[in-house]
Every structure is written in structure tokens, then in C-alpha cells.
């Protein structure tokens, strides 16, 4: 399936830095949502389903995604 990103509308988050070191999200049309690295915005994105999204926002929130040490 191929998604029409050309008229998406990309944000970073308020909390990145300016280093440049982010990535991109759009809320696409049917629920998906875009994700691509902000220092390519012509490159490739990923494109995740509502569920999917709602998923991986809901562990990081919780902390799952945290590295020890």
C-alpha cells in the first residue's frame, strides 16, 4: 500500500533540542500516522495504523522503552 505523504503536515516535538537529532510525525488521513528523521525529510517514512500508533505511545509512556544502565 502506498500512502500519499506530500501534503502532510510535519511537527517535532516541543521538547526536541536543536541538535537536530529528532524525528518527524504526521497525523495522515484514516488514522495512520507518519514518522520519518527530521534531518531527511525527503527520505523514507514510516507509516504505523492507529492501533499501532496508541500502542507504542502507550509504552513509552509507561516507561517501556527505557534503556538500564
Do not use: I
Amino acid at each position: 500500500m502506498t500512502v500519499d505523504l506530500s501534503t502532510a503536515h510535519w511537527f517535532k516535538s516541543s521538547r526536541s533540542e536543536s541538535n537536530g537529532q529528532c524525528v518527524e510525525v504526521a497525523f495522515l488521513d484514516r488514522g495512520e500516522v507518519g514518522v520519518r528523521d527530521s534531518k531527511n525529510p525527503a527520505g523514507p517514512a514510516l507509516v504505523f495504523g492507529a492501533g499501532e500508533w496508541d500502542a507504542f505511545v502507550a509504552y513509552a509512556s509507561a516507561g517501556s522503552f527505557n534503556r538500564a544502565g
